[in-house]
């Protein structure tokens, strides 16, 4: 029996052109256009270029709306979950394990059915409540889900071989390990999404801009080095990024504020079928005006300056994608380190494979969700109305009497009304 142990040793005593380094994915007319730089230029050039194609696009698809917003972010866990675990079947390919890659898969699957599922059933309530097949789904969505997994389970074990117990349990962790990182945190940006693509905008923005901005301080001033995980990380460029960012994420937050279109909670409409993002915006949208402190009066000659109270909140969403965030990066780089790999896959020239760009996206995406829970988010009359109206008429009817009753004993109804 190969021992693990044994297999992972002889991955390091690999050199770092041995192991699974993806191969140089960058188009041909751009190498021949930057092949007079060198290589440290070449790299800026083809990183910057990359960058403002995907920024492009990026708010293409903003453009667009909310459904392909979505339909990017499945996308992108689809993609980051296959170079993940793909890195996984590269290193024991030469166990052949039966059927990992198909339980892998299956095993997705399952996990958004989940997911989506309970987002179905909490936002599309009335649309749901219309369509009777739905209904039956929606009711037992858990029990189908567990039944779902349970068939996986049991697929699992019956592929177990006897000389590779150790190793597949290992890799049975690897991907549901993978499965957390990727699929819960996805599902917890589309959570964000509904409360409003302020929400999506921001955090994602200010990630982008603090990964942009320190790598360009980096590049210019940087002398001393951040963390060994990543070498080529400078203070000097985690300084700039983090002003950089909290500077921009405030100055955008202002812009997005102004339009209903990115503030207000996204909705299904079930009479037009379609998402909408109209409403009253909420007083974290609605100017107002704020006391400077002492200290900065004299310094900006200012006593009082009108801002929308959101931006306060983009200081803190900003603050975490510049000094937490990156920890995301330098964890995914103790990863690649761990296997000797220059980046999760070669999907993008310049950048690496698409994990490598969103590593600190899925940290940020867990932190706003919980700000917003913790600080934000109150009781939802809309959404509580939705599930009430999912209810049988006699449930209903229950809820009345029981609302009708403790309205008169608050005082609030008078006693006169009752019957």
Known sequence: EVDLEERLGELDLRSDSDVLSPTDSTPEILKRALSGLSARWKNWWIRGILTLAMISVFFLIIYLGSLRLMLLVLSIQVKCYHEIITIGYRVYHSYDLPWFRSLSWYFLLCVNYFFYGETVADYFATFVQRREQLQFLIRYHRFISFALYLTGFCMFVLSLVKKHYRLQFYMFAWTHVTLLITVTQSHLVIQNLFEGMIWFLVPISSVICNDITAYIFGFFFGRTPLIKLSPK???????????????????????????????????????????????????????????????????????????????????????????????????????????????????????????????????????????????????????????????????????????????????????????
Not at 235 to 259: M, N, R
Not at 306 to 334: D, E, K, R, V, W
């Open 233 to 419: 990380k400078t203070w000097e460029g985690f300084i700039g990024g983090f002003f950089s960012t909290v500077v921009f994420g405030f100055i955008f937050s202002y812009f997005l504020a102004q339009h209903q279109y990115f503030v207000c909670p996204v909705e299904y409409n079930s009479e037009t079928n379609r998402f909408v993002t109209e409403c009253e915006p909420s007083e974290l949208f609605q100017m107002k005006k704020y006391s400077v402190p002492p200290l900065l009066q004299a310094v900006l000659g200012w006593e009082t300056v009108n801002m929308y109270p959101f931006q306060m909140h983009s200081i803190a969403l900003s603050t975490f994608a510049s000094l937490i965030g990156p920890f995301g990066g330098f964890f995914a780089s103790g990863f690649k380190r761990a296997f000797k790999i220059k980046d999760f896959a070669d999907t993008i020239p310049g950048h690496g494979g698409i994990m490598d760009r969103f590593d600190c996206q899925y940290l940020m995406a867990t932190f706003v969700h919980v700000y917003i829970t913790s600080f934000i988010r109150g009781p939802n009359p809309s959404k509580l109305l939705k599930q009430l109206l999912i209810l049988q008429p006699e449930q209903q009817l229950i809820v009345y009497k029981t609302l009708k009753s403790h309205l008169v004993e608050k005082g609030i109804l008078q006693p006169s009304l009752r019957g």
